[in-house]
């Protein structure tokens, strides 16, 4: 069978799966692409569509009763949005909003729990998928509550171009600040204090790492405790 129509490289999960069981999966996948801003699910709906994204990238928020927001993890071509619906019926603990312009391969809930049922890779692969988002979670809400906001936005920024593979990407200042929980102006003046520098340049909500070992620099040690976990875990 011909997958090239599926491009199951660009997504690294679906890259990993042994061809037998990819094969399972081929029949019942689609591609789509969707817009910074599109949000794929609110907190408490039921999950009916799987994604891998291609490129770009997906955040997930944690939502509180005033409608406030903010990041709880990341997810790009290194994996997947609603894996857990695979070991049962599930509704989205977050909300799920397109960081990045984001490509993806897509399948419905239905098929993907029928396929996982009879596949032992796939059904570890959900389970360690998981316990990825879950240990970004936490080391963010720790980050959140114990590092100053110039490391924090540096470990977003480096975070972001990584899920985007480029160092150029498109993230207005009100974005930003929602991400981290901060008001816009202390974005401003991070953001402006690093362009000072020479470290990224800043304009019209497009943001380039100038100097990526600067802004590792200035990053709290979560960036790369998180890149250390996810080695680990997947």
């Known amino acids: 069978m011909n997958f090239s129509h ?26 789509a692409t969707f817009p910074q801003n599109l949000v794929l699910l609110e907190t408490g709906d039921e999950v009916d569509q799987i994604y891998f ?23 790009g071509r290194e994996g997947v949005v609603g894996a857990m619906a695979g070991l049962g019926l599930y509704k989205s603990m977050v909300r799920v909003v397109v960081q990045l312009p984001t490509t993806v391969t897509k399948i419905s809930s239905t098929h993907f729990r029928k396929v996982v049922a009879g596949s032992e890779p796939l059904r570890n692969m ?10 970004q979670a ?17 470990r977003w920024l480096l975070q972001s171009a990584d899920r985007a593979g480029n160092d150029v990407v498109g993230l207005t200042q009100e974005l930003l600040a929602e991400m981290l929980g901060v008001r816009r102006t202390s974005v401003t003046e991070v953001a402006g204090k690093l362009q000072a520098e020479g470290v990224i340049s800043y304009s019209r909500g497009i943001i380039k790492i100038v100097d990526r070992p600067a802004l590792e620099r200035v990053s709290c040690e979560c960036y790369q405790t998180l890149i250390d976990h996810s080695a680990t875990l997947t």
């Open 53 to 75: 994204p291609h490129n770009g990238m997906l955040s997930l928020l944690a939502v509180m009763r005033d409608g406030k927001a903010i990041e709880t993890a990341t997810v």
């Open 138 to 154: 936490r080391i963010t809400a720790a980050c959140n509550a114990l590092h100053p906001v110039e490391a924090r936005f540096a």
């Open 126 to 135: 959900c389970i360690h998928y998981n316990e990825v988002l879950l240990t």
């Open 6 to 31: 599926l491009d199951p490289m660009a997504n690294k999960l679906l890259a990993a799966l042994p061809r037998e069981h990819f094969a399972l999966l081929a029949p019942h996948l689609t591609t």
